[in-house]
Nanobody, 114 residues
């Protein structure tokens, strides 16, 4: 099982980025998909959740700016991030989980700076 996260980069405040999390070895549609982030010196924070049933939840800090989706045909999850702020700077990780199964992507750096 492998989750490959990609799409991070250096952007300016107000810009957008789309992160991808491509899964292999599992059917992502059968798992809850989560995006976390960890800023330097801070604990890992849950940013967004998309359940296997399609329910979404967001941290208050990203609500109305971030959108979590999944493309079952591509077996890939996405995190669309709009109106980025400097405080969104972090390493972003995707996770697929179901019951006792838990798989992590390797993380992708997002830096928001002018």
């Amino acid at each position: 099982v492998q989750l490959v996260a990609s799409g991070g980069g250096l952007v300016q405040p107000g810009d957008s980025l789309s992160l991808s999390c491509e899964a292999s070895g599992i059917l992502l549609s059968r798992y809850h998909m989560l995006w976390y982030r960890q800023a330097p010196g801070k604990q890992r924070e849950l940013v967004a959740t998309l359940t296997a049933g399609g329910t979404v939840n967001y941290a208050d800090s990203v609500k109305d700016r971030f959108t979590i989706t999944r493309d079952n045909a591509k077996n890939t999850g996405f995190l669309q991030m709009n109106s980025l702020k400097p405080e969104d700077t972090a390493v972003y990780y995707c996770q697929a989980t179901w019951g006792a199964d838990r798989y992590w992507g390797q993380g992708t750096q997002v830096t928001v700076s002018s």
